[in-house]
């Protein structure tokens, strides 16, 4: 799990690049991290994840500005998530179907929160990885993984045809690749994504009456949170429902 942390860390450096400049077309790879304030290039030893920045005390080198605690925020929830995901399903060969849908629903979301949108980039790769690893590590499975994603995609395809302000497509495409991923764990994703959204619905129209749904939230948070809740928990969920309500 050590190892994983480690891992996710610094996959959640990367993740910052992706958050930031993906949306924006520009390049992943070039030019190196910069500061956002003077433009003065990172070195090596002050792009470490999170270390770095506490030791700067979340300050740049060159000029002194403050720099996001979000970078940092990216990279420990990588980290932990990571960690959990391989503590939880135990170090094995699904960990490489597993680890990079972490760190797709942790990009999406960032994404989502800055620009409201969830690009085609990432999902569209997310879904032909999904299927392509598991085919490779997880071949049984396949038939209900398919089903799971197909599955997903109408529901919430029906929900946004319903409530067209609520969700765009790209949400849908969203949970359909969470099905790819998680099976019929995506049942209790998107149990956990609706009734997190509606709470948080719930508590922007209290505090901000009718401004809350004219701006209204966006939703691929509340799917990551509920992808990585049903990683780390999803068969126990269905299992405690079946015991509880089926039997």
Not at 143 to 165: C, D, K, R, T, V
Not at 168 to 185: F, P, Q, R, T
């Amino acid at each position: 799990m050590a190892l994983a942390a480690v891992l996710g860390a610094a996959i959640g450096s990367f993740l910052n690049v992706v958050i930031h400049r993906l949306p924006r077309g520009e390049s992943l790879v070039h030019p190196r991290s910069r500061c956002p304030s003077c433009q003065t290039q990172i070195a090596g030893y002050d792009n470490l994840p999170v270390i770095s920045w506490l030791v700067l005390r979340g300050r740049c080198r060159a000029c002194g500005e403050p720099i996001s605690p979000r970078y940092p925020a990216v990279e420990l929830l990588t980290a932990v998530s990571f960690a959990a995901v391989a503590g939880a399903r135990g170090v094995d060969e699904e960990l490489i179907v597993l680890l990079p849908f972490t760190a797709v629903l942790i990009a999406v979301a960032g994404i989502d929160l800055d620009h409201r949108i969830v690009p085609n980039r990432i999902v569209v790769p997310a879904a032909v990885y999904g299927v392509a690893a598991s085919a490779l590590v997880r071949a049984g499975e396949l038939p209900e993984l398919l089903l799971a994603g197909a599955g997903a995609f109408m529901f919430l395809l029906l929900a946004a045809l319903a409530y067209p302000g609520g969700m765009g497509m790209g949400d849908v495409k969203l949970a359909g690749v969470m099905g790819l991923y998680l099976g019929l764990s995506v049942l209790p994703a998107l149990f956990i994504a609706f009734l997190a959204g509606t709470a948080v619905g719930v508590v922007r129209i209290a505090r901000e009456g009718g401004e809350a749904r004219k701006s209204g939230v966006p939703f691929a948070p509340f799917l990551a949170l509920g992808g990585l809740v049903a990683l780390l928990v999803g068969p126990e969920l269905i299992d405690l429902y079946e015991d509880n309500f089926l039997s």
